[in-house]
């Protein structure tokens, strides 16, 4: 099965395209985000693969920030620790199962459905934060709370609180200010 995904950024004038295809055991993202951030034009493509339980078994993502350009790629060794290409390890984000990509509301969508929380059950994670806009990739502590039935608000326990309202594939609908869907095929 596969879905292509259309969101409009709000905060910052970019379209994101994202297919997510499941497969028996993995589900494989793809996903390119286009507009304007901070007055720079931004190209952003991102792969992720997960396993069945939404959690990131390896990512890359390139991007172009007007002039700049850079790439990152992690993926977890048998072990289940982070290594970059040139199999060096990262031990900094040891137990990190989930990765955040700053301009994408697609990263919120797993642990929405990795975490299983129940209505008005709360848990805090670290993450891998991707910020796109700074090229910075680093370990963040984040907060996910089931506020209903499709509604979870999301704290990145700094600076920044957020509610987010999901469809039945744990997808982003509506992230105020932040993201909208556009449409689900």
Not at 74 to 85: A, Q
Request: glycine letters at 6%.
């Amino acid at each position: 099965m596969q879905l292509s995904i259309l969101w409009k950024g709000l905060m910052y004038d970019t379209d994101e395209y994202c297919a997510v295809n499941y497969h028996d055991t993995s589900i494989m993202v793809h996903s390119e985000i286009e507009g304007w951030a901070k007055r720079k034009p931004v190209y952003t493509e991102y792969w992720l693969q997960l396993n069945r339980d939404w959690q990131v078994q390896s990512f890359e993502i390139s991007a172009s920030i007007a002039d700049n350009t850079y790439k990152h790629a992690l993926s977890l060794d048998k072990n289940g620790h982070w290594k970059c290409k040139k199999n060096l390890p990262h031990f900094n984000f040891e137990g990190c199962n989930y990765v955040d990509i700053s301009i994408s509301p697609f990263t919120n969508t797993l642990p929405v459905n990795g975490l299983h929380l129940a209505e008005g059950e709360t848990t805090e994670l670290s993450v891998i934060y991707i910020d796109v806009l700074q090229n910075e990739v680093r370990r963040e502590r984040q907060k996910y709370t089931r506020l209903g039935n499709r509604l979870y608000r999301f704290d990145n326990l700094k600076d920044f609180e957020g509610e987010i309202t999901v469809d039945a594939n744990g997808l982003v609908v509506e992230y105020p200010g932040m993201f909208e869907l556009i449409r689900v095929r």
